[in-house]
């Protein structure tokens, strides 16, 4: 399945995949709702998008879907401009192909990543290792989404099912590993991360 929001590259694209017999292109869609729509009702092996997809983007899409288990292996075509690679890496998909590339690296790497191989450019996995906010286990990643909507303490305790000293506990360790000193620079730093931008 493919979405891009560009209606020219999606019906080459289209195309492309509908003339090559290892294929059978299930549907298409321009924005990352169409998609998430779609696939929630038909089986898909492998989703090419857009990393810039209108509405939520490729990095909130990929998110949501990894929720699901029957979800497709996502591969971005995007600009090969700054850190995407590495973001979409981050973010769960399972290969990056750049719009620059031949039509033959996009299908090859739809090929390997429908295979169960992770298809990136070259990308120095101990930057990825260096990001704090990799380091925090799943709880304190929970915490800190929840704290990034302003919930206090009880509330946090009541939405993550969890005593609020193991809140506090949780707390500490996460402004240790993010290097800050209280929530709202734990905030201001998840924000931060969020919002990177690729270029």
């Given amino acids: 399945m493919l979405a891009d929001g560009?209606?020219?590259?999606?019906?080459?694209?289209?195309?492309?995949?509908?003339?090559?017999?290892?294929?059978?292109?299930?549907?298409?869609?321009?924005?990352?709702?169409?998609?998430l729509g779609l696939v929630m009702r038909v089986p898909v092996q492998v989703g090419v998008i857009d990393w810039n997809l209108?509405?939520?983007?490729?990095?909130?899409?990929?998110e949501v879907l990894r929720e699901h288990e029957s979800a497709p292996k996502m591969v971005i075509y995007g600009d090969e401009t700054g850190d995407l690679p590495k973001l979409a890496m981050k973010a769960g998909a399972a290969g990056f192909v750049p719009r620059s590339g031949e039509v033959e690296g996009l299908l090859e790497t739809c090929v390997d990543v429908a295979a169960g191989k992770m298809?990136?450019?070259?990308?120095?996995?101990?930057?990825?290792?260096?990001?704090?906010?990799?380091?925090?286990?799943?709880?304190?990643k929970a915490i800190l989404e929840a704290l990034s909507k302003g919930l206090s303490n009880r509330e946090l305790s009541k939405e993550l099912g969890i005593s609020t000293n193991t809140v506090k506990f949780h707390l500490s360790n996460l402004y240790e590993k993010l290097s800050v000193k209280n929530r709202a620079q734990a905030i201001a730093y998840y924000y931060s991360s969020q919002f990177q931008s690729p270029e």
């Fill in 6 to 35: 560009n209606p020219l590259v999606l019906s080459a694209m289209s195309e492309i995949f509908e003339r090559d017999p290892r294929f059978s292109l299930v549907a298409t869609s321009a924005t990352a709702e169409g998609f």
């Fill in 54 to 62: 209108p509405v939520l983007g490729g990095a909130k899409l990929i």
């Fill in 119 to 140: 298809v990136f450019p070259f990308i120095d996995v101990r930057d990825l290792q260096r990001d704090p906010i990799s380091s925090l286990s799943k709880k304190e």
